[in-house]
């Protein structure tokens, strides 16, 4: 148990504690560090993060980002990170809803192309939000 | 000279003004506070982003992302300028635009085209009646800057300079120096300018492993130079936030002083007026008295 997961967000640190193992949402599939993992970097993107401590496993929502690994040390660059006791429910399913309506009033057309890709992306992390709280 | 009635209203306005002036000044210092925090908050994230940037394009070609790419083309410059939704904060929003307006004025032969990005009501407010044809986006600032807000902005300009529409931006902000010194700057954005390692940092032996890339140093720049870019809008929100904050709280605190300056001096008018009134009276009873003898 030596492993030190920290998650840092524009925000701040949102997370600094040691944990036995944490599973990431990798670009290219999600993968699994422990201790003593070989030190690479990749990028993430938006999923759900488990952390694995020796009291159970909690559950964390990430957006996009990357992750830096070494032995001793993960460190996860996101846009977001929320645990998944701090997310609520009824916010994200509203916001879910608004934008997905939203979204769907948007013709598909060139110029909107730019706003088409936000609101889609609202979604996309409203919908992890919510999978992310049931678990 | 004035009547005491008049010079007694006065006196009681400009009260009331000090009284609003030092609240302002009172409001500004605390919110400067959580602007600093926020500023020191996003600070290990931009730190962290900035070595791996080091670290990443050490090894790989710099020409691989479209962001990183020099356009040899002078069609179209964009500026983003950010401004503070509200005024009163003396010369703060002014300098920034003027600086933003040379800078337009200065490089609109180079280009066919010059676009404004505008965050913040002032600079929409300044911009629509001068160079509205110009304005691409115009935005209040949201309540607290958010990261949202500003990887939105990022990601328009950097999708549209990597189709092509764009081949310079150019970020305009108020950096912020201390509580008295905010200084307009402006950066290039885009094309990015990944952060050069320097040479004298390479002799910590340990950290010279290199890291493994996965899947390949071109995904993963791909992921990492776009959140540079947000970074950077991020982080010019920040210092405005910040700085905006504190030139209120300077202007405030001056207008205080300004009228404590003039209650005094209104004061001492009221006095010899009143001293006047009384001198007159005097005269008046002691005429009066003399004419019945």
Redesign the interface.
């Known amino acids: 148990m030596a492993l030190e997961l920290v998650v840092v967000t524009p925000s701040g640190e949102a997370l600094c504690e040691e944990v036995e193992q944490v599973v990431l949402p990798g670009e290219a599939g999600d993968f699994g560090v422990l201790e003593s993992h070989e030190r690479f970097l990749t990028p993430l993107g938006l999923g759900p993060m488990q952390i694995i401590g020796t009291g159970g496993s909690r559950w964390a929502a990430l957006s996009s980002g990357f992750a830096e690994v070494d032995g001793t040390r993960v460190v996860v660059l996101v846009d977001s990170c929320a645990l998944a006791s701090d997310i609520d429910q009824d916010a994200s399913e509203s916001r879910r809803v608004a934008a997905g309506s939203e979204l769907a009033a948007l013709p598909d057309v060139e110029e909107n192309a730019g706003e088409r890709a936000r609101l889609a992306a609202v979604v996309a992390k409203a919908e992890l939000d919510i999978d992310v709280a049931g678990r | 000279m004035a009547n005491l009635r008049d010079i007694k209203r006065r006196i009681g306005s400009v009260k009331s003004t000090q009284k609003i002036t030092s609240a302002m000044k009172m409001v500004a210092a605390a919110k400067l506070r959580r602007a600093q925090d ?1 500023i020191e ?2 600070r ?3 730190v ?2 900035r070595s ?1 940037l080091e ?2 394009s050490k090894g790989t070609l710099e020409e691989t992302h479209p962001l990183l790419a020099v356009h040899q083309e002078r069609k179209a410059l964009e500026l983003i300028v950010v401004t503070s939704n509200r005024g009163l904060a003396g010369a703060f929003n002014s300098s920034v635009l003027k600086l933003a307006e040379s800078i337009v004025a200065k490089r609109e032969p180079e280009f066919d085209t010059v676009g404004l990005t505008l965050l913040g009501k002032k600079a929409g407010d300044y911009f629509r009646r001068r160079r509205a044809h110009q304005i691409k986006h115009d935005s209040p600032i949201d309540g607290n800057v958010s ?1 949202e807000q500003a ?2 902005v990022a ?2 300009v950097a ?1 549209r300079y990597a189709a092509g529409d764009l081949d310079e931006v150019v970020l305009v902000f108020s950096e912020f120096k201390s509580t008295m010194t905010q200084t307009p700057v402006s950066t290039q954005l885009l094309p990015f300018a990944p952060p050069k390692s320097s040479a004298d940092e390479e002799d910590s032996a340990d950290e010279a ?7 390949d140093p071109e ?2 720049l ?3 130079v776009p ?1 540079a870019v ?2 950077e809008v ?1 982080r010019a929100m920040l210092e405005n936030q910040a700085g905006e904050h504190a030139a209120r709280m300077t202007a405030m605190e001056a207008a205080t002083k300004n009228t404590e300056e003039l209650i005094e001096s209104l004061t001492l008018q009221y006095n010899r007026a009143r001293q006047a009134a009384i001198t007159s009276e005097l005269v008046e009873i002691v005429t009066g008295a003399q004419a019945l003898e």
């Open positions: 926020a908050n996003a290990p994230y931009a962290r982003m791996t670290e990443v990261y990887a939105d990601r328009d999708r492993l290199p890291f493994e890339i996965e899947p995904a993963l791909a992921a990492l959140k947000e970074i991020f």
